[in-house]
């Protein structure tokens, strides 16, 4: 079955620099990726989509992922953070309609809180 | 925007008690799901619905039952809430695997 490991449940970066949050996952075949960002007491907003088509992907709020067969990442950047990008961000995979132990479950990660320092 | 609402954000239940917690979505979507996230857990899928009259267990079921009745409402249904169960429960719904999914705000369900 598929999954996705988010590395570092806490990252803290100051206002002004890069954030970077990674994602690994695993699959038998290419899958469809997403982030995902929750600000608190809210539900989840899709951020981004990595649906095999162009392998840099870009989203709401700046945000941007790249698609990594060869290292099996979607790692989440951004250049440069702002206070309001405090949240927790999920990475989350599925496989295209059809495949095997595919449909359209979503596997979420454990979630990494993001803390942006004045 | 689609929209996906859940009928509560905060529920305090006790334990022993059937409880039922609702979702709609305005946007005409086949796939439902409920999920409930634990900190340190992510998000842990309960069940899902690819049709109307149609579940399907999801990783964590136990304690867990759903109805969907009509297309737009998918219903959880904890019928003898455990404080285990204490925890946010999240509603999605999604046209298709290529769309990902869109939430509602969530409900906050404390079991005493």
């Known amino acids: 079955a598929q999954s996705v490991t988010q590395l570092g449940s806490h990252v803290s970066v100051s206002e002004g620099a890069l954030v970077l949050l990674r994602c690994n996952y695993s699959?038998?075949?290419?899958?469809?990726l997403f982030w995902y960002v929750q600000y608190p007491n809210q539900g989840l907003q899709l951020l981004l989509k990595?649906?095999?088509?162009?392998?840099l992907v870009k989203g709401i709020n700046g945000f941007e992922a790249e698609f990594k067969k060869s290292e099996t990442s979607f790692h989440l950047t951004k250049p440069s953070a702002h206070m309001s990008d405090a949240a927790e961000y999920f990475c989350?995979?599925?496989?295209?309609?059809?495949?095997?132990?595919?449909?359209?479950?979503?596997?979420f990660g454990t979630g990494t809180q993001l803390k942006v320092e004045l | 925007d689609v929209k996906v609402t859940q009928s509560s954000r905060y529920l305090v239940k006790r334990t022993g008690e059937k409880v039922f917690l609702e979702c709609v979505q305005d946007?005409?979507?086949?796939?439902m799901f409920w999920y409930r996230q634990d900190p340190g857990l992510g998000l842990r899928l309960i069940y899902f619905?690819?049709?109307?009259?149609?579940?399907e267990k999801g990783d964590i079921p136990e304690g867990y039952s759903v109805s969907r009745e009509k297309k737009e409402r998918f219903s959880l249904i904890l019928e003898s809430a455990s404080t285990n169960q204490t925890s946010m429960y999240l509603c999605?719904?999604?046209?298709?695997?290529?769309?990902?999914?869109?939430f509602g705000s969530g409900t906050r369900l404390t079991v005493v």
């Open positions: 699959s038998s075949v290419p899958p469809y």
């Open positions: 989350a995979v599925t496989l295209p309609w059809g495949l095997t132990g595919g449909g359209n479950k979503l596997t």
């Open positions: 946007m005409d979507h086949e796939n």
């Open positions: 999605a719904s999604s046209p298709g695997t290529i769309y990902g999914y869109t």
């Open positions: 990595y649906t095999s088509a162009a392998t």
């Open positions: 619905s690819y049709d109307v009259k149609m579940k």
